[in-house]
């Protein structure tokens, strides 16, 4: 892979084929930027978005 496509791909999210899931990823896209004070919430947020995804399976 080149690098300006490593780059691209660094840029977005994951994606797992799951569209639930791929939500979840995206919202965390920003993290990095955001304070670090913010992402244990953010974090927790999501880890219980994908724990209810996991229930519904």
Avoid: K
Wanted: aromatic content about 0%.
């Amino acid at each position: 892979m080149s690098e300006l496509r490593a780059e691209a791909a660094a840029d977005q999210p994951p994606q797992t084929g799951d569209a639930r899931v791929d939500a979840v990823l995206a919202e965390l896209g920003d993290l990095a930027t955001t304070p670090l004070a913010e992402h244990p919430a953010r974090l927790a947020e999501a880890q219980q978005a994908l724990h209810r995804i996991l229930d519904e399976a």
